[in-house]
């Protein structure tokens, strides 16, 4: 019997906050595979904040998505069929593929996961591409040295809690910034955070100037706005801004306008750095090492919030938008 492959695509180009109208599901067959391709059945795909950039329909580091074309991410799947040399059936992989059941690939776009190192789905979490952003981002740009204190933004989410917790390795104070009780908990009480501030309910610059005594030498920032412009007021002299992403822009129609900067980053000889992660990409295996071993000895812990069905993958994604996931959000799609 053949099986069907369920895909979701992007309907219309969404206008402001995402919407279920911005999405449709549909069934075709699975795709045959030709010489030297591989099929691969998902089991874990990632919503991802950057893919709201790539619904706009305009193209920047990465191409837009195309209306009407299945949306594409981080997916963990099992090879089930291969002409390929080097990838052999029942090898679990990681690449960028389909929002789908099942997706091709000539080999080009996916690794090899080893599920000895770490359980799967942290292929796409924690020792994947959010590890990775954490762990360039952090130490190549931000560059923490033992005592100082670094501040992170988006603290409670997939790179945010890896941040934070590299920062502690590194023999740093480290104060988190995040949207609920119940993540400003989990950064103190399970990641050792020293200070979690809840931006909806405190004043932020007020607690971050409890929290951050010295000032702040390292700005890991993931979310930009408002909360940005309060760490800014605080950054040391020769301090590091490590911009990730702005997430609080993502859904803007009109360009937000902020507190002018550069006057402060003189004065205070500060450097703010952009980057994207795979700006590093040389560098890959050295970070995958790294953050397995650190997840192997425990001392980077990782939490994953798991949405089960691939057809919920659009409201996981609108989620990353109203905070609903501590640590890694991820879709289920199949049974490992
Ligand atoms: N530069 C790169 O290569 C790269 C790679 C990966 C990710 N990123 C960026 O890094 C950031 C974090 O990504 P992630 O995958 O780890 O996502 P995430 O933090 O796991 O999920 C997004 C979180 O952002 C917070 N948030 C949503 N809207 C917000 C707003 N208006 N103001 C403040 N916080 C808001 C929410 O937590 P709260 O409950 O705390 O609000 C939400 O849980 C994103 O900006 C993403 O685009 C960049």
Known sequence: ??????????????????????????????????????????????????????????????????????????????????????????????????????????????????????????????????????????????????????????????VGTIVGQIAKIKGCRVVGIAGTEEKCQYLVNELGFDVAVNYKTENVLDSLKKACPNGVDVYFDNVGGEISDSVMTLINFQSRTVLCGQIAQYNDVKPSLGPRIQVQLIQRSSMMQGFIVGDFKERNEEGYNQLGKWVQSGEIKYHENIVDGLENAPKAFMGLFTGENIGKQLVKVSEE
């Open 1 to 158: 019997m053949a099986l069907t492959n369920r895909e979701i695509l992007l309907a219309s180009r969404p206008v402001g906050m995402p919407t279920e109208e911005n999405f449709s599901l549909v069934e075709n067959s699975v795709p045959n595979i030709s010489g030297g391709e591989v099929l691969i059945k998902t089991l874990y795909l990632s919503v991802d904040p950057y893919m709201r950039g790539r619904m706009r329909g305009v193209r920047t580091y990465v191409d837009p998505f195309e209306l009407g074309k299945p949306l594409t991410g981080g997916v963990v799947g099992k090879v089930i069929e291969s002409n390929h040399p080097n990838f052999k059936v029942g090898e679990i992989v990681e690449g960028r593929l389909n929002w789908a059941d099942y997706s091709t690939s000539d080999g080009s776009n996916i690794r090899k996961v080893d599920p000895s190192i770490a359980p799967i789905s942290t292929a796409i979490g924690a020792v994947g591409m959010p590890g990775l952003t954490a762990y360039f981002g952090l130490l190549y740009i931000g560059k923490p040295k033992e005592g100082e204190t670094v501040v992170v933004s988006g603290a409670a989410g997939a």
